[in-house]
Structure formats: C-alpha cells, structure tokens
C-alpha cells in the first residue's frame, strides 16, 4: 500500500514572457556560486590571499562542466546515437561528476603551477565545496524527472509522469528519489569533511582524498538503485565500477596522505 509520496514538478523550466529559464541550468548554476563562496572563505582562513579562488574559478567551472559532459556522452553513448548533436544539448541533463571532478582538479593544479599557488591545498579547499555543490545540482535532476531509481511503494517515494516513466514500467507512478538520497549524502560528507578539517585531524591531501572516498560510498549504493539506460560492463553499470575503483583508490591515497607529517596550515599556500 502506497501510504505517501511526494509529486514531480509540472515543468522543468520557468516561462517569463519571450524568456524561458531553464531549471536544471539554474540549479547548476546555483551550485556553482554556492561552491565558489565556500572555497573562498576556506582558503582565507588557510592564510590564502582574498580573491584566489574568484580568479580561478571561471577557468575551473568551464573546464568542469566540460569534463562532465564529455564523461557523460561517453558512458552513455548509446543513448545520443544517430542525434549527435543533442550532446550539446548541456541544458537538458547529463553531466558526469567523475568527468567534472577529473577535468576541474586537472585545470586547478594546472593554475596553481602558472600562480605559483599550492596544488594540493587548493584541492583540500575546494573538495568541500565541490560535494557541497553536488547536493545543491541533483535537485536539477528532480525538476527534469530523470536517474531515478526502482519502483517503490515508500512514503518519500517520487511521482513520475508518464511520459517520463521507465519502458519497463509505464504502469507504475512511484520510484525511489535517487536524487533525494545523494543529495543528502552529500550534504553529510560536506559537514564530514569540514567538521573534520576544521578540528585538524586530516593532513595534507587526506580531505580530497576523503571527499573521493565518502562519495563513492554513496555513489556505489545509489547507482545500483537507478533504472534509467546506462552502459553496461559485465552487466553492470559504468558508474558502478568507477565508484568501486575510485573508492580503493582513494581510501588507499587517504591511508598513505595520513601517514605524513603535519604541516602548519600557513605552510600551504606558497608566498605566503
């Protein structure tokens, strides 16, 4: 018996006159302003100059959102075959946070080299935001009713509309809101991580690396609930294997970054 459940929006973008705001871009967007406000605040309070994180993330964001993309249309390409050009389509869903967190690190250490900044500290400031960011942008997800996951009969369970519903299951109306859960996920390892490096018991690269562990953990679970078309490896879905891979990787960088000697916090930030 369904005792509950909560509807999907009607829509997913918001019509003023001739304009149409789109509301997956808006909520992207908002992450981003969020996740840059953070940082910035983080990295002052690491002995960073004001402004570092301003300056720099345009370039980030921009190579995020395109290393997101790109990870997205090449894990799921089956789905753009024949309507290639939908792939620039970025407004109406589809960014994969491994290609945003691989091309955004890449572009951060790359300007943290030309700034003569410290990589590795930019990266400890910004993994909070990042997941931080990532609770706020699932929730585009929900205004676009997709990456849902299975039939459920939950009372927190999401209403789909029909023409949104899995070709499995035109039938029934109610799933279990995959968006909902990572979102929160997220938001607990945001407050994790900060809490943590806030009371400094994590050294030197263990906050990013523990960013990556957390989220995989999560990730792992979330995945194996979703339903909408994915590829496939073994059977099992892309993302599936890199959240395991990622996990290890990760947990086995958090171990050795522990191992090192405690820096004092204004020893992260080169010229300072």
Known sequence: MLLGS???PAQGSIELGPLRLNGYGMVIGLGIVVAVQVAE???????GAPGTISGIAAWVVVA????ARAYHVATDHTSYA??????????????GIWGAVAAGALATVVLARRRHLDAVALLDTLAPAVVLAQAIGRWGNYLNQELFGRPTTLPWAVEIDPSHRPAASPEIATYHPTFLYESLWNLAVFVVL???DARGRLRRGQVAALYVALYTFGRFWFELLRVDTASLLAGVRVNVWVSG???VAATITFVIAGRRARVNPSELVEGV
């Open 6 to 8: 909560f509807p999907s």
């Open 245 to 247: 891979a990622l996990f």
């Open 41 to 47: 605040r983080r990295w002052e309070r690491r002995g």
């Open 82 to 95: 024949g309507r290639w050009l939908d792939a620039l389509k970025i407004w109406e869903g589809g960014l």
């Open 194 to 196: 900060v809490r943590l």
């Open 64 to 67: 995020g959102l395109v290393g």
